[in-house]
C-alpha cells in the first residue's frame, strides 16, 4: 500500500468552481502534512502547509482528520492559473517525507 | 537572491558513464534531499542528510551516491549502475524541525544517449 495515495483526476472544472481534492495517508505517525503544486515540467512549489485546527490561506482551504488519516484542500472561486497538479505530502521524524502522485487540475474559461 | 540551484538544467549521459547532478542552496538549511520523479508519478527519495558529513538511503538509493561534505551543498552522483537513470531529478531542502517544509531547486532532466 502507498504511503500516500490521491486520485489523479483530471479534475476539469468552470471558473469560478468549488473544487476539493481529498488524499490519505497509510501511517498514523505522520506528524506534518503539506499542499504543493506543480506546474508542467517544474519543480513543485509549497501551496500551504496543513494544520490540526486547519486554515486557509485566501481561497485556499486546506483540513486535517487524523481519524480517518486525510488531508483535503478546497479552492474555492477557481481561477485559470490554478490549472495545475497538487500533491499532498505527509512526514514523519527522522525527516522521511512522501509525496502523492498528484491530482490534476484543469480550470476551463 | 536566497534559493536552492540545481545545475545543469538538462544532462545526457552515455551508457557506463558517471555524472554528478549540482545542488546549492544558501538558506542555511540544515537538511537536504534528492528526490526522482517520473512521468505520471510522485516524487521518491533517493537520498537525504540532516547534517554535514552525514547522510541515509532514501527508497531507491541503488545506483547513487552522494555527499555532503558541506552544507550550502549536496551533490548526487547517478552512477553507471542505475540501469534506468532517465527521470526529473529534484533537489529540496528545509530548515530542521516539525512541520517545516521542504523547498525545492528547479530540477535536473537526465537522459541517456
Known amino acids: 500500500r502507498k504511503e500516500v495515495e490521491q486520485d489523479p483526476g483530471p479534475f476539469n472544472v468552470p471558473e469560478g468552481a468549488t473544487v476539493a481534492f481529498n488524499c490519505t495517508y497509510s501511517n498514523s505517525a505522520s506528524q506534518s502534512f503539506f499542499w504543493y503544486r506543480q506546474d508542467c515540467r517544474k519543480e513543485p512549489k509549497l501551496l500551504m502547509s496543513v494544520y490540526s485546527s486547519g486554515n486557509e490561506d485566501g481561497r485556499f482551504t486546506a483540513q486535517l482528520n487524523r481519524a480517518s488519516q486525510y488531508i483535503s484542500l478546497l479552492i474555492r472561486d477557481s481561477k485559470l492559473s490554478d490549472s495545475a497538479t497538487y500533491l499532498c505530502?505527509?512526514?514523519?521524524?527522522?525527516?522521511?517525507?512522501?509525496f502523492g502522485t498528484g491530482t490534476s487540475l484543469t480550470v476551463i474559461p | 537572491d536566497g534559493g536552492i540551484t540545481q545545475s545543469p538544467k538538462y544532462l545526457f549521459r552515455k551508457e557506463g558513464q558517471n555524472v554528478t547532478l549540482s545542488c546549492e542552496q544558501n538558506?542555511?538549511?540544515?537538511?537536504m534531499y534528492w528526490y526522482r520523479q517520473d512521468p505520471g508519478q510522485g516524487l521518491r527519495l533517493i537520498y537525504y542528510s540532516q547534517i554535514v558529513n552525514d547522510f541515509q538511503k532514501g527508497d531507491i538509493a541503488e545506483g547513487y551516491s552522494v555527499s555532503r561534505e558541506k552544507k550550502e551543498s549536496f551533490p548526487l552522483t547517478v552512477t553507471s549502475a542505475q540501469k534506468n537513470p532517465t527521470a526529473f531529478y529534484l533537489c529540496?531542502?528545509?530548515?530542521?524541525?516539525?512541520?517545516?517544509?521542504?523547498?525545492f531547486g528547479d530540477g535536473t532532466r537526465l537522459s541517456i544517449l
Open positions: 505530502v505527509a512526514g514523519r521524524t527522522g525527516n522521511q517525507f512522501y
Open positions: 529540496a531542502s528545509r530548515v530542521a524541525g516539525n512541520n517545516q517544509p521542504q523547498h
Open positions: 538558506l542555511n538549511h540544515d537538511a
